[in-house]
């Protein structure tokens, strides 16, 4: 069984989005929970540029509009770092920025908490 650790951004997200949307997210990560169940398409994509290859996203379609939370894997369990409602192409290029920062952060404060 996978877990599921979640940062505040997506938090808020996931408070702030309609009933549809909320949903949605919640069955698809209660799907992927069971790790007999695959990380790929149509509902995860593994980000193929170099640079960002640790991230993965979750691809939400729903009241129509596209979502994407931006994860990484700790050992088989999924940490949910960064969420938005995608508009344009460019929005996906600054969301990998943002979730990186903030995985980056996140294994610098574990190095000094050790």
Do not use: W
Request: aromatic letters at 10%; a positive charge; proline letters at 3%.
């Amino acid at each position: 069984m996978r877990k599921i650790f979640v940062t505040p951004n997506v938090k808020k997200f996931m408070e702030q989005a309609d009933d549809k949307t909320r949903a949605k997210i919640d069955s698809v990560l209660l799907y992927l929970t069971d790790d007999k169940n695959p990380l790929r398409e149509p509902y995860v994509k593994h980000i193929a540029m170099s640079k960002y290859k640790e991230l993965y996203e979750l691809r939400i379609k729903a009241s129509g509009e596209m979502s994407r939370v931006i994860f990484t894997l700790l050992e088989d369990d999924m940490v949910l770092l960064y969420a938005f409602k995608k508009k344009c192409d460019r929005d996906n290029e600054k969301a990998f920025e943002r979730a990186f920062k903030i995985k980056k952060l996140s294994e610098e404060l574990t190095e000094v908490c050790i």
